[in-house]
């Protein structure tokens, strides 16, 4: 039996693209016998054993003596598990497991928390998250920390830090829930719009526009957020208003941070007042331009202008997560089972 292993490159899951690596002594025969056009062009396709088309794939030779190929696959984990297959048939054998995600080959420290990071980026919604997925993925982050921590032990004091951090890490992938609140014609959706960048909802100035709950995953400075927009507060006279306000309400329960916009004129949410926001709640002072002279406690923006709206994203996150946010250089769990 000749010396031919075979290992998918890319990591486990639903992908793009999938690469297949087949190297050793006699792979040029299993490609010559699973792949059609070989030595015509890059392009061809993997064929079964009766003949029929698994995929289309890219075949990429690499020069020299060693036989050495890799396929690229479109990114359904059956293609890629049928392509396996069939270079088995054909004599392959798997490669070893731990040489399975390309990135971890050949280095110490491959364990489960270096998969999880690496298994995560794909779902990364920010190039912060990418970098803080793979410094977590390293020797310097936390799956390098886990494994010095199992030979050398840890103090109580680096667990309460990273039980801390923890927080903040898995904002980093998991999205908070933002709801925009206030009055009808406070300026929801016209502040919806601006965050998310286009469109989305219908903005006017007919108060009780806005009925159903609208929601879209959006990138804050690197946090994914779930930004809510939905009825405004009022008791309303219509049964399909007075729905949307009950789904508002309920919205703002579940939400991790209400902003709640006080337009000119409004009055600012008191405890106990109707559509008073529960939970966590940051008010803020909308359509300053309208009256930029109004005196305001607090922070003002506007939509038109784009004041305060700097500001604004950065209250957002620190009401959620709190002054330390930047995990550059430092160690940090990122899933809820880390804890
Ligand atoms: N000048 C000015 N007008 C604004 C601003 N934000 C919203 N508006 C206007 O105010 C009106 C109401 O805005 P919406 O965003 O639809 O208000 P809403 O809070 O979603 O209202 P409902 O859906 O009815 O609850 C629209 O005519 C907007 O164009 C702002 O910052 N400045
Ligand atoms: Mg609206």
């Known amino acids: 039996m000749p010396d031919i292993t075979v290992e998918a490159l890319t990591g486990p899951g639903r992908a793009a693209l999938h690469a297949v690596l087949l190297?050793?002594?006699?792979?040029?025969?299993?490609?010559?016998?699973?792949?059609?056009g070989r030595g015509l062009s890059p392009h061809g396709t993997i064929i079964d054993a009766d003949g029929d088309v698994i995929d289309d794939a890219i075949l990429i030779e690499w020069p020299g003596e060693a036989e050495r190929f890799v396929l690229t696959l479109h990114g359904s984990p059956f293609i890629r598990d049928r392509v396996i297959e069939r270079l088995m048939?054909?004599?392959?054998?798997?490669?070893?497991?731990?040489?399975?995600?390309?990135?971890?080959?050949?280095?110490?420290?491959?364990?489960k928390v270096r998969e999880e990071a690496l298994l995560a980026l794909p779902t990364a919604l920010s190039h912060q998250a990418c970098a803080f997925l793979l410094e977590q993925a390293s020797e310097r982050g936390f799956s390098g920390w886990l494994a010095?921590?199992?030979?050398?032990?840890?103090?109580?004091?680096?667990?309460?830090?990273?039980?801390?951090?923890?927080?903040?890490?898995?904002?980093?992938?998991?999205?908070?829930?933002?709801?925009?609140?206030?009055?009808?014609?406070?300026?929801?959706?016209?502040l919806f719009n601006v965050l998310t960048g286009h469109q989305r909802v219908i903005t006017s100035h007919q108060p009780g526009t806005t009925r159903d709950l609208i929601e879209e995953e959006m990138c804050l400075l690197g946090f994914p957020i779930q930004l809510v927009d939905g009825a405004g507060l009022r008791s309303a006279a219509g049964e399909v208003e007075r729905e949307g306000v009950r789904r508002m309400e309920a919205a703002m329960e579940a939400a991790d941070l209400v902003v709640y916009l006080v337009p000119p004129?409004?009055?600012?949410?008191?405890?106990?007042?109707k559509g008073?926001?529960?939970?966590?709640?940051?008010?803020?002072?909308?359509?300053?331009?309208e009256d930029p002279g109004g005196e305001i406690a607090g922070l003002g923006i506007s939509s038109v202008t784009?004041?305060?709206?700097?500001?604004?994203?950065?209250?957002?996150?620190?009401?959620?997560?709190?002054?330390?946010?930047?995990l550059t250089g430092r160690v940090c769990p990122f899933l809820p089972g880390h804890r």
């Open 23 to 36: 190297c050793g002594k006699g792979s040029a025969s299993i490609i010559d016998q699973a792949f059609c």
């Open 89 to 111: 048939q054909l004599g392959a054998a798997a490669a070893p497991s731990t040489a399975r995600l390309w990135p971890a080959r050949g280095q110490k420290c491959c364990n």
């Open 148 to 190: 010095r921590s199992v030979e050398q032990g840890v103090v109580r004091q680096e667990l309460d830090e990273l039980l801390r951090l923890s927080d903040v890490g898995i904002g980093m992938l998991v999205a908070a829930r933002v709801v925009l609140a206030g009055e009808p014609n406070a300026g929801k959706s016209t």
């Open 265 to 273: 004129g409004a009055v600012e949410p008191v405890a106990g007042m």
């Open 276 to 289: 008073t926001p529960r939970g966590r709640t940051l008010v803020i002072h909308s359509r300053r331009d």
């Open 306 to 326: 784009a004041e305060g709206l700097p500001q604004l994203q950065e209250r957002i996150l620190q009401e959620i997560y709190g002054d330390d946010r930047n």
